[in-house]
């Protein structure tokens, strides 16, 4: 194992450097040759856990578990009011690119990256280079279960259910709990628990499973949940592309709120981004968003998507370090839940503000594998030693967007990823955007209504003092 080199911070040129000799000497992720395995078109089912009882629960609480809850799992609760757009979900899914590991909108790489994903949660508890890992020898589903709930292995025992090859307990016994349960802490842990596993690991439509407990319970040790959180998009996303086929069990409601941040032009950043109690989660949960559009509309809006139309720069994302690589791979390894990917944050620096330049990309395609595979314990160890050994990108943005040395590479890249192309839908993006409310309308509308409330404010303390 390489030493030395725990967390190393590195300026952008030395990276630079590297990453393109790695992908002079290495090569790409795809070599000459290569015959896309990928379905033209994803019929991609979209079905998501009712969360009303989830929703109606929260509402109940008071000030004071809410706040717990904040405290101990971030800005969890959010996810239960963002709308997943069904339409939205299975369109962006003809674009992903499994052997790169991100969205290919024509000559535009986008990826969900862990710094975003971790503002987005805004939990300080959470250590973001201490990663979830899945050992061999680890309590049961029974034992975990009863250390989060509190309650009896009888109690627990007689409620677990089979559901295909895996174990579950039903929502509805975690419903009773939470609605029931004397210690508070349990209760709120019972209730993120269920949100973890009906929203961000909805594997079993109504359940909780038993790998979700297994990273839950690594929760209260500081490990950040976010790279499981992508490893599971990602592969969800791998699976139904290749199959051309399946339902997404990912966490639906936190890939669209990146994608909108990344879609939604604005003039200027709020300041409430510097605020200490902002949540970037809250803002886009609260934000109104338009869901009738077809899927048809959805294909020819992204189809037609270039540089000019792509916000690069998440409004809410303030970094100047950049997680870029782990131990001896090239890239950032991510275990998940039920299995394990990678993804080169290098192939997006330009949503840091960075100036994009060749990624090293060597391996990414053949990195996944599923913990059911054989040897996939050693694998596991290898990305597990891999996350101590951190690496990342001191941020700088300067020059033109991209280096002359990277668009010679697009050129020469291998796409894996060609959705059916829909006809008739050849306007200029600016006409297409036309139909959909813009973040700047709604913030002009928002601070007009906070006028007019602080202006009728404002007349009845002067009829007061009169």
């Known amino acids: 194992m390489e030493k030395g080199f725990l967390n190393r911070v590195e300026d952008n040129a030395t990276v630079q450097v590297w990453s393109e000799r790695i992908q002079q000497e290495k090569g790409d992720s795809l ?6 395995e990928l379905w033209d078109f994803t019929r991609i089912s979209a ?4 969360l009303r009882e989830l929703k109606e629960i929260w509402n109940s609480w008071g000030n004071e578990d809410k706040q717990l809850l904040y405290h101990n799992y971030g800005d969890l609760p959010y996810l239960l009011d963002i709308k997943v ?31 975003e994903y971790t503002t987005l949660f805004r939990c300080p508890r959470f250590q973001t280079d201490k990663a979830y ?8 589903f029974s034992k975990r279960l009863m250390n989060i709930t509190g309650m009896s292995e009888q109690w627990v025992t007689t409620r677990i259910k089979q559901k295909g090859d895996c174990k579950c307990i039903p929502w509805k016994h975690l419903r009773d709990l939470i609605l029931a349960h004397p210690d508070k802490k349990k209760r709120i842990d019972v209730f993120a628990l269920s949100v973890y596993g009906l929203v961000i690991f909805p594997k079993v439509l109504g359940h909780v499973e038993d790998a979700v407990s297994d990273l839950f319970d690594k929760l209260d040790k500081g490990i950040t949940p976010v790279p499981a959180i992508l490893a599971e998009t990602f592969r969800s996303l791998n699976a139904c592309r ?22 939604w032009k604005r003039e200027k950043t709020s300041c409430k981004i510097f605020f200490e109690n902002y949540s970037p989660l809250e803002e886009l949960a ?28 998440a409004p809410w994302m303030i970094t100047d370090e950049i997680l870029y690589r782990c131990g001896g791979f090239d890239w950032v390894p991510l275990l998940g839940i039920w299995g394990a990917v990678g993804y080169a944050p290098l192939l997006v620096v330009r949503q840091y503000q960075s100036r994009q330049f060749i990624p090293a990309t060597h391996g990414l395609a053949q990195c996944e594998f599923s913990y059911k595979d054989d040897n996939y314990k050693k694998r596991v160890r290898e990305i597990s030693d891999a996350w101590t050994q951190t690496r990342k990108m001191k941020r700088l943005a300067m020059g033109p967007t991209v280096t002359p040395e990277y668009n010679q590479w697009w050129a020469k ?32 509308q928002d ?8 202006g009728k404010r404002i007349e009845q303390l002067e009829e007061e003092k009169m």
């Open 413 to 444: 890249r291998i796409n894996d990823n060609i959705p059916v192309p829909i006809q008739g839908n050849t306007r200029p993006i600016e006409e297409q955007l036309q139909v959909i409310p813009t973040e700047l309308e709604i913030i002009k």
């Open 85 to 115: 757009d069904e339409y939205l979900l299975r369109a962006i899914t003809q674009f992903w690119n499994p052997a790169y590991s991100c969205f290919t909108f024509g000559e535009v790489d986008l990826v969900p990256t862990v710094e």
């Open 133 to 140: 890992s899945r050992f061999a020898n680890v309590p049961t």
């Open 31 to 36: 070599t000459v040759g290569h015959e896309s």
């Open 447 to 454: 601070f007009e209504r906070k006028s007019r409330e602080l």
């Open 47 to 50: 079905a998501q856990n009712d």
């Open 242 to 263: 290749r199959a051309g086929e399946g339902r997404f069990v990912g966490c639906a409601q936190l890939l669209l709120s990146w994608f909108h941040c990344h879609f």
């Open 286 to 313: 609260s934000t109104p968003r338009r869901d009738d559009l077809s899927g048809e509309k959805w294909m020819a809006i992204l189809q037609n998507l270039q540089g000019k139309d792509v916000v690069w720069k």
